[in-house]
């Protein structure tokens, strides 16, 4: 099995086969969490090694910015994945050396795992306190602090020509929501977090100008008349 080591920026990242490594091997920095992140594409995996206590977003990394499950290497780190950048919406449960997270129902990771399965990701938080709840400088979740109620989040399923289907959270302020490159030919509302309806749009764009289709809510909307086309974003807002 190969590997290779790569540098974005400050941050180091590890490209490698699922395969196991020792955990020798994986880069380390005091003060660092490293987490390897399976990224759906068969059983590959991805590492990148954070600053401890502080949010890390995907924003410029997108090694990382999509996933089906994650795991810390570093003893001692505990972390927490959230689909946004500002660190408010979690993204599956807390995860360290010895628990993995979740991401999605669709894939466990292993060898039949499909690109179009992972869930992207906004930012990541680790610290170095185990038993402990992630709190990072920079989220919406820091202690001390007025911060406003997390946005609701309606969850949108995204369905392929092929049958396959993913399923995201997007929040439901009418703000566009970028979404990692997906090829879908429907799209649909599984889920409204608390109460209230909401109506969707998917665009072709990262900044949610240029539609593709027609607004949807919990019915199924087929979109360029049931033939594949791209989806890089959707703007979610709650309905009265």
Sequence with gaps: MKSFLTTVGSV???LASASALPT???PRQDGSCFIQLKNGDGDASVGVSILANT?????????????VNAQAVTPGCVCQAFND???TIKLGGIFDDRTLASFTDASSGEVD???DQ???IGSFCCVTT??????CSGSGSGSGTWTPPPTQTVRVQINS????????????????FAVSSRIANSVEIVDIEGSGHAICQAFSDKNGVVAVGSPFGIDQVFLNGGAATSILSIRCKLSY
């Design 12 to 14: 180091a990242v590890l």
């Design 24 to 26: 020798t091997n994986f």
């Design 55 to 67: 949010l890390f977003s995907t924003a410029n990394n997108r090694q990382v910015d999509a996933g």
């Design 85 to 87: 950048a500002a660190g």
């Design 113 to 115: 795992s499909q690109p």
């Design 118 to 120: 992972a869930v992207p």
């Design 130 to 135: 185990p038993n402990t709840v992630p709190v």
């Design 161 to 176: 020509a092929d049958d396959s289907a993913v399923q995201i959270e997007v929040p439901a302020d009418g703000s566009p």
